[in-house]
């Protein structure tokens, strides 16, 4: 059984910087993407950054996030320069195929950033 572990998330004060780190368990067939994702009080889920099976990252808002894996089972997320509007729950979540190249998502629980002085 596969399941995402979300860490590093917590309170942080403006201008810091904070990593997220999701960690993968269980056997994948295909990874696709790896992704963070992340939600506001009262908004919908956005997409805050990718990193595709093939190394290309993209990101919704350029510069102050980073996304990098060490391996299928580990990736991160950098949150530079952060800003209260960063406050959200942050969710990992990998876009995979299993045997049979149908489209797998699995999701972390999520863990909370707050940032404020």
């Known amino acids: 059984q596969v399941q995402l572990v979300e860490s590093g998330g917590g309170l942080a004060q403006p201008g810091e910087s904070l990593r997220l780190s999701c960690a993968v368990s269980?056997?994948?067939?295909?990874?696709?993407?790896m992704r963070w994702y992340r939600q506001r009080s009262g908004m919908e889920r956005e997409l805050v950054a990718e990193?595709?099976?093939?190394g290309s990252t993209n990101y919704a808002e350029e510069g102050r996030f980073t996304i990098s894996n060490t391996n299928a089972k580990s990736f991160y997320l950098q949150i530079h320069s952060l800003k209260p509007e960063d406050t959200a729950v942050y969710y990992c979540n990998v876009m995979s195929r299993d045997s049979s190249w149908s489209p797998v998502d699995y999701w972390g629980q999520g863990t909370q950033v707050t940032v404020s002085s």
């Open positions: 269980g056997t994948i067939f295909s990874v696709n993407a």
């Open positions: 990193i595709t099976a093939g």
